[in-house]
């Protein structure tokens, strides 16, 4: 949206809305559709096809990762690659001043940028919404990193962590342990903007070709996405409700590294 400046649109939400807008394409010599954005704008593009027959195609491009069908989606590997760099940043005053951070990422409900954020910049640990965790597991994490002398600590919360706001957290640890000098640094909108990565931009190319190609083969209301290096088409209500899956894999490595 940042390129076309749109945005979401409450009109849009009602039939009448739609109405207008299936006019305005009509007008505007435009016959088919495709939809760059996330769960919300796919579901507002098969209202549009359906009540107006219009053919729509989605391109996933959300930071969160979260729809199923597509390994990735555009923005996330631009917005875990700036996660990235202010961790790399922020571990620069940890070190020098023996602190202890918690970094919160966005994401929604996933936690794929957490996680693949603590994997690139070797976090101490990483909150998740996929995964069960406790304060007391967050305090044996800092006893560990004690124990291994560990000069900074970093932990990349998910901004939908279950078990508390990264203030809360932060006034829980230094409930437990006075000596730490606890800081929270909440990264915000930095991670939805910035120059698109080498890899997103091949995956934005190569999704958008796949989607002119499915329009041209007669497919609607599907969402094109790319599964282990190959192009696939998925209904919009699959993409949308399926749900997707932390990688285990990531979530071992991550532990891994913690160490």
């Not at 195609?57 to 990762?65: H, S, W």
């Not at 996680?115 to 101490?124: E, K, P, Q, V």
């Not at 809360?168 to 437990?176: M, N, R």
């Not at 930095?190 to 329009?215: F, T």
């Amino acid at each position: 949206g940042t390129w076309l400046k749109s945005a979401r649109s409450e009109a849009f939400r009602t039939v009448q809305g739609r109405a207008i807008a299936a006019k305005t394409l009509e007008s505007d010599g435009v016959d088919a559709l495709v939809v760059i954005g996330g769960d919300g704008s796919f579901r507002g593009a098969q209202a549009l096809s359906e009540e107006h027959g219009i053919p729509v195609i989605g391109i996933p491009g959300t930071i969160d990762n979260d729809l199923y069908g597509t390994d990735h989606s555009i923005g996330f590997d631009t917005a875990v690659n700036t996660v990235m760099h202010a961790v790399d940043k922020i571990r620069d005053t940890a070190n020098s001043h023996n602190r202890f951070f918690l970094v919160e990422v966005m994401g929604r409900d996933s936690g794929f940028i957490a996680l693949s954020a603590a994997i690139a910049t070797g976090g101490m640990d990483a909150i998740l919404p996929e995964v069960e965790y406790s304060v007391d597991e967050l305090f044996e994490t800092v006893r560990q990193g004690a124990k291994h002398k560990k000069t900074s600590n970093i932990v990349i919360v998910a901004e939908g962590s279950t078990i508390g706001s990264p203030a809360e957290l932060a006034q829980a640890l230094v409930t437990e342990f006075p000596e730490l000098d606890v800081k929270v640094s909440t990264l915000g909108h930095m991670q939805r903007g910035g120059s698109p990565s080498h890899l997103d931009r091949i995956l934005a190319g190569r999704l958008g070709v796949g989607a002119v190609d499915g329009l041209l083969q007669g497919k609607n209301q599907v969402m094109v996405g790319l599964q282990q290096g190959q192009l696939n088409y998925v209904p919009f209500d699959k993409a949308c409700s399926q749900g997707k899956d932390l990688n285990l894999d990531l979530l071992r490595v991550a532990d891994i590294l913690s160490i």
